[in-house]
């Protein structure tokens, strides 16, 4: 068994209701083996519901999700196949590190030397018998990771890894997650941050309003989303864009008048102009963020909406 | 810790040796057991309860018997003295609850419960580990309480000439008693703190139960109220702990006993019932 083609998250028609709030709707989704899949949402999408669902911590509603092809409750041995880091800082502050991953370790017969073992992997050997509950947010983040990591399991959940951390902390948890689906294990991270998983992911599953909104390569989401444009001004903008659109590039209009070219470099649009004697007033390069990408994909499915466009009641 | 380990991300994450043979690391209830064990000896809360347990109960029937031996001792008292060398329990056995609570509870506050269960998903027999080890814990301690409690009091009505012999029936049952009370007192604990996830919400409902309610009924009017108090738990519960009792309307000892673990095994299975149906 261990991290076969059996190692995954499948879910269908997935469905947690809170009183008349449906916070998961219905969803359908395969996490994979070998790959980051990035689980993105903005607040309240419903991340943390989906993953308390497949621990088995919540009670679908609806639908079901099974790891490795059962549902979590009837996992024979889970800490060997499943691993999670879940929001919740959910550890007794009271407890070392040591003794927290030691009780862990002893309900699925981990033997004590992979205690030490993680212990050293995440770096918390000199504080490894200190309260816990005196510990960094990095550090409790590390030792959320090391009983992640205790059974050696071949499928992780990591709900909101980064949040918090430091840059070096933030660094450290990307790599590591980037190395254990190079280990060919099943990974599955949620984010609200659109940049974060650009750099961790290799697939994508958007979530908006407890509905699965996009799942995608993501490198396949990057190149449709992340298309440059060349933005152009000048006196003579008619002819230009005539002239452009004769080579076979898209023109576009920018807000206040300048074009937005597609397709083309600056030089190749300097060239034409100067072939042309049409004067240039800019000429620059501008990344549609996969931010923006992503805002755009979710606007409808935001679950709280700063109301920043209401006008300020006078008087108030 | 040093600063390069933290920085140093894993070159790749190594794999403990008996990997892939699963057969040989399943999830049973013995494991769930030790682990459970292994997280109540882990916690100072656990010491704290149970020297509390220990030292308010000694410490107050050897007062109470200091105290009262004199008069105890006088011709023509009718006071039971056997309620006294056991006296301190009444206010000792508050450590119990708490500590049965706190196994509990202290899981919600920390949000470890959803560590627990991801390791252990099967909730019946986390419940039941927790049960066991707080039971033999509390047995344990409760019955070398008893011990010390007696052997304590007993000095000082020894001294005017009215002390208690341990060969007594009553009093080895009330030693050993004292073990089973507090027992099931925890278990008790442990149940409300499943039901309730909230500390100081179920030590108050605990202990107003125990002690508050448990007077209070005394108040009902007629065989209604008579019955009331022999059953409410603490008042059910407790004859098994004291060689005599204060109160000579109370069920017998072991009667009692049965009525408090009774009951005490329903608000458990009721609570088992919803832990494994509501959300962790
Ligand atoms: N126990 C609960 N009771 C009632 N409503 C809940 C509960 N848990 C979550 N919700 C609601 O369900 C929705 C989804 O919440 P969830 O925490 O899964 O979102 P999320 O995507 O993880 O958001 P975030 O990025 O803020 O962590 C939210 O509207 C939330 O208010
Ligand atoms: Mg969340």
Same mark, same amino acid.
């Given at each position: ?13 997935? @469905?947690?209701?809170?009183? $008349?709030?449906? !916070? ?12 980051? @899949? ?35 409750? $009837? ?14 800082? +959910? ?36 504080? !490894? ?10 550090? =409790?983040?590390?030792?959320?990771? !090391? ?18 951390? $430091? ?16 280990? =060919? ?14 750099? @961790? ?13 996009? $799942? ?53 649009? =300097? ?42 009641? +006078? =008087?108030? | ?45 656990? #010491? *704290? ?8 109960? #000694? ?64 909730? *019946?027999? #986390? ?81 107003? &139960?125990?002690?508050? #309610? ?35 309307? &109370?069920?017998?000892? *072991? ?11 329903? &608000? ?13």
């Amino acid at each position: 068994m261990g991290r076969s083609v059996a190692a995954m998250i499948t879910a269908e028609r997935l @469905t947690k209701r809170y009183g $008349d709030k449906t !916070a998961v709707d219905a969803i359908d989704f395969t996490v994979r083996p070998g790959a980051v @899949t990035g689980f993105l949402g903005p607040n309240g999408a419903g991340k943390s519901t989906t993953m308390r669902m497949v621990m088995g911590l919540d009670h679908p509603s609806g639908g079901g999700v099974t790891v490795n092809g059962r549902a979590y409750r $009837d996992l024979p041995a889970p800490l060997h196949e499943v691993g999670a880091l879940l929001e919740a800082k +959910a550890i007794h502050g009271g407890r070392s590190a040591y003794n927290h991953l030691l009780w862990l370790a002893k309900t699925n017969g981990i033997p004590r030397r992979r205690v030490d073992e993680v212990i050293g992997l995440v770096g918390l050997e000199a504080v !490894a018998h200190k309260r816990s509950g005196g510990f960094s947010l990095g550090m =409790g983040q590390r030792l959320g990771i !090391a009983a992640a990591l205790l059974g050696d399991p071949g499928v992780l959940l990591f709900d909101e890894p980064v949040n918090g951390l $430091d840059p070096e902390g933030i660094r450290w948890i990307r790599n590591l997650i980037r190395s254990l689906a190079a280990e =060919g294990r099943t990974v599955f991270v949620s984010s609200h941050l659109m940049s974060e998983m650009a750099l @961790t992911a290799d697939h994508l599953l958007v979530i908006g309003r407890g509905q699965i909104i996009a $799942d995608t390569d993501m490198a396949d989401f990057i190149a449709r989303n992340s298309a440059a444009y060349v933005r152009v001004r000048s006196p003579q903008s008619g002819v230009l864009a005539e002239a452009l659109r004769d080579r076979g590039w898209r023109i576009g209009r920018d807000d206040d008048g300048a074009l937005k070219v597609e397709g083309a470099t600056p030089e190749q649009i =300097g060239d034409v102009a100067g072939s042309r004697n049409l004067y240039l007033h800019e000429l620059s390069v501008v990344n549609a963020s996969l931010e923006e990408a992503f805002m755009r994909l979710t606007a409808d499915s935001v679950e709280y909406h700063a109301r920043t466009d209401q006008p300020v009641p +006078a =008087g108030v | 810790m040093t600063t390069s380990s933290i920085l140093t991300p894993p070159a790749s994450i190594p794999a403990p040796a008996r990997r892939g043979d699963a057969g040989g690391a399943r999830l049973t209830f013995g494991r769930i057991l030790d682990a459970e064990w292994t997280k109540i000896r882990t916690v100072r809360s656990t #010491v *704290w309860t149970l020297a509390s347990l220990f030292v308010v109960s #000694v410490g107050l029937t050897a007062l109470i018997c200091l105290a009262a031996a004199g008069d105890l001792g006088e011709a023509g008292n009718d006071e039971p003295v056997g309620a006294f060398v056991t006296w301190g329990l009444m206010f000792g056995q508050i450590a119990a609850l708490v500590l049965g609570i706190l196994v509990a509870t202290s899981e919600y506050a920390s949000g470890m419960i959803r560590t627990t269960l991801a390791a252990a998903p099967r909730r *019946w027999s #986390v419940l039941a580990a927790k049960a066991t080890v707080v039971t033999g814990l509390l047995l344990v301690l409760g019955t070398l309480t008893a011990f010390a409690s007696f052997l304590a009091g007993n000095y000082f009505l020894d001294r005017e000439g009215i002390g208690l012999s341990l060969g007594d029936g009553d009093v080895l049952r009330a030693m050993f008693g004292g073990g089973l009370y507090v027992a099931v007192l925890g278990v008790f604990g442990l149940a409300l703190g499943s039901l309730m996830r909230h500390t100081a919400g179920a030590v108050t409902v605990g202990i107003t &139960l125990i002690f508050v #309610v448990g007077n209070l009924v005394n108040l009902v009017p007629g065989a209604f109220g008579e019955w009331l108090t022999k059953l409410m738990p603490g008042n059910a519960g407790s004859a098994i702990a004291n060689v005599e009792s204060f109160n000579p309307d &109370l069920l017998e000892p *072991w009667t009692g006993f049965a009525v408090f673990a009774g009951e005490t095994a329903l &608000l458990l299975a009721i609570a088992g019932w919803l832990f494994s149906k509501r959300d962790a």
